[in-house]
């Protein structure tokens, strides 16, 4: 069993930065692909970005190449997104989300592929 929780979000102005932050529970947590996903006001979930064992797994959804940026902490049981040049448009409820691994370069994109999830952090990018 993997415990998620959330921190980081808040109100920020349009062009400004945020950095999140999932902590795990659990002490494989090194053998876990990560995911970010957020859903907006009035939208489906949305997947954000994701990585795998380390950080040379990466990918993000093509709205938040270059301005986002998901990392891990293996040692801390954490995973981070930074976000920059944050959008009105990037408003959500931004949400992590974890499932176990066999395979060190394995990440994955899709809601469905995750088994365990955090409960969210709302974001908020004023104009």
């Known amino acids: 069993q993997v415990q998620l929780v959330e921190s980081g979000g808040g109100l920020v102005q349009a062009g400004g930065s945020l950095r999140l932050s999932c902590a795990a529970s659990?002490?494989?947590?090194?053998?876990?692909?990560m995911g970010w996903f957020r859903q907006g006001p009035g939208k489906e979930r949305e997947f954000v970005a994701t990585?795998?064992?380390?950080?040379?797994?990466?990918y993000y959804q093509d709205s938040v190449k270059g301005r986002f940026t998901i990392s891990r902490d293996n040692n801390k049981n954490t995973v981070y997104l930074q976000m920059n040049s944050l959008k009105p448009e990037d408003t959500a409820v931004y949400y992590c989300?974890?499932?176990?691994?066999?395979?060190?370069?394995?990440?994955?994109?899709?809601?469905?592929?995750?088994?365990?999830w955090g409960q969210g952090t709302q974001v908020t990018v004023s104009s």
């Open positions: 990585i795998g064992w380390s950080a040379a797994s990466t």
């Open positions: 659990g002490r494989t947590f090194s053998s876990y692909a």
């Open positions: 989300a974890a499932r176990y691994t066999p395979y060190r370069g394995t990440y994955y994109t899709t809601q469905t592929e995750y088994r365990y």
